[in-house]
């Protein structure tokens, strides 16, 4: 029995060349609503889900997302980024602001994808409505340049101390530590660095 994820593939790529059924897996799962509820931390069964449900959050998008473009033969990373759910630039409701006030720091979950020499950043996160409330909603894309990234990320410690230019340049890997545990220095294993963003 075909799964559902092959199933949306062949349905969104039919008769497609390989940068346009990039542009239509992006645009579909883009369109997908957004649901911090619905979220599974593991991508063998999240792209399933998130299609059975018909809603996810970031992770299970880009979980789909990597596991279609790697149909298309693409090279693709999981790109980890830091950052606050209490962005200024984003208009919630008085209450909903309280909470976000409260919440600490959170890892939102994108794409990167190799496209000749490059990598570059893919962001599905934000379905349309969401640009009305400041979110940075990536409607159109060419199938080549860098996406805005669907959050603000820190200016982390990995940033300034790992990557001190912003080029299109290779992957480096770093060990990185556990700067919340200064005095262990526990080491936190082989990750991949580029632009501030941890990269499994």
């Keep these: 029995m075909i799964s559902l994820v092959d199933a949306r593939f062949a349905e969104w790529t039919s008769g497609l060349d390989t940068r346009e059924s990039m542009i239509s897996i992006f645009s579909h799962i883009r369109d997908i609503p957004y649901s911090f509820i619905v979220s599974n931390p593991d991508p063998k069964t999240s792209p399933e889900q998130l299609l059975q449900a018909g809603k996810g959050s970031c992770g299970s998008?880009?979980?789909l997302l990597a596991e279609m473009?790697?149909?298309?033969?693409?090279?693709?990373?999981f790109a980890t980024i830091a950052f606050s759910w209490n962005d200024p630039d984003l208009l919630y409701p008085s209450e909903l602001r309280k909470q976000a006030v409260r919440?600490?720091?959170?890892?939102?979950l994108a794409c990167r994808v190799q496209i000749g020499c490059q990598w570059i950043l893919v962001d599905a996160t934000w379905d349309l409505p969401f640009g009305r409330a400041g979110f940075p909603v990536n409607e159109r894309w060419d199938g080549y340049s860098e996406m805005r990234c669907g959050v603000k990320p820190f200016n982390s410690l990995v940033k300034t101390a790992l990557c001190p230019n912003l080029k299109n340049?290779?992957?480096?890997?770093?060990?990185?530590?556990?700067?919340?545990?200064?005095?262990?220095?526990?080491?936190?294993g082989i990750v991949k660095i580029r632009h501030g963003i941890i990269v499994k």
């Design 61 to 63: 998008k880009h979980h």
């Design 69 to 77: 473009y790697r149909k298309l033969n693409l090279c693709v990373v």
């Design 103 to 108: 919440l600490p720091a959170a890892y939102h």
């Design 169 to 188: 340049e290779p992957f480096k890997v770093k060990k990185i530590l556990d700067f919340a545990k200064p005095k262990a220095r526990r080491t936190i």
